[in-house]
């Protein structure tokens, strides 16, 4: 059946729309969930405070709502670490992750670390960026979703350490993935220049096989040693 030239156009009016939310979603910059705006004290960034066209700004995730905790563009580089240099063992917190979705178009993960939950939408690897959905839900919902609805759930622990003018994050990896240990670090942009600490080795940002999400389907001490 032939739609007809209003169908069209509106259908064209809401495409347009979900493109320039989207774009300006990517030009906000990263805001925690916790930051509060003063005289309001309903939890939402100064930056959010407006509802989505056709939707409704969740805010409370202890009232069984998720709360949008970012939005945007991740860039980031990742590392293999090579030594013990960084310092072990000092203020890393368990996460645990696993997976809902993986496919071509993007991923969706539920992780716990310490007492905080969140789901968090990927889109597809575009060099070293990708489009980012993040939201804070409910720690026993998420605790459900690992337990219920992931096959595989990926633990490692995160540190996090100050090198230069940047914060670098250090995953050491347990069970079926022990033996990695990767650190990633967040960038403005793809061009921006960064200090390559002592203890990283190979950079691995475009290799597939380090993504979590990989890993999570073939672990990391079922591959083949060079």
């Given amino acids: 059946m032939q ?13 347009q729309q979900s493109a320039a939310r989207v774009e300006h979603a990517r030009a906000q910059p ?9 005289g ?19 805010r409370d995730a202890d009232a069984h709502r ?16 090579e ?17 809902l979705s993986v496919t071509d178009r993007g991923t969706v993960r539920v992780r716990i670390e310490g007492e905080r939950a969140t789901l968090t939408i990927k889109g597809p690897q575009q060099g070293i960026s990708r489009a980012e959905y993040e939201y804070r839900i409910p720690l026993a919902e998420a605790e459900e979703m690992l ?5 595989v759930v990926v633990e490692k622990t995160r540190y996090s350490r100050h090198y230069g003018n940047h914060l ?24 921006e220049p960064f200090a390559l600490p002592p203890w990283v080795g190979r950079d691995v940002s ?15 001490r079922t591959w083949p040693r060079r």
């Fill in 147 to 151: 337990a219920t609805l992931c096959a």
């Fill in 3 to 15: 739609r007809g030239p209003r169908a069209v156009a509106k259908e064209e009016q809401v495409r």
């Fill in 66 to 81: 998720p709360i949008l905790s970012f939005v945007g563009v991740e860039v980031e580089r990742k590392f293999l670490v």
């Fill in 168 to 191: 670098w994050e250090i995953d050491v990896f347990h069970g079926p993935n022990e033996g990695l240990v990767t650190a990633e670090v967040e960038l403005a942009n793809a061009e």
């Fill in 83 to 99: 030594g013990s240099g960084w310092g072990p063992g000092k203020g890393g917190v368990l996460q645990r992750q696993g997976y």
């Fill in 30 to 38: 990263r805001v925690d969930a916790e930051e509060r705006v003063e």
């Fill in 206 to 220: 475009h290799d597939p096989r380090y993504r979590v999400a990989h890993i999570a389907a073939h672990p990391f």
């Fill in 40 to 58: 309001r004290g309903d939890g939402l960034p100064a930056h959010l405070g407006a509802p989505p066209v056709g939707g409704e700004r969740f």
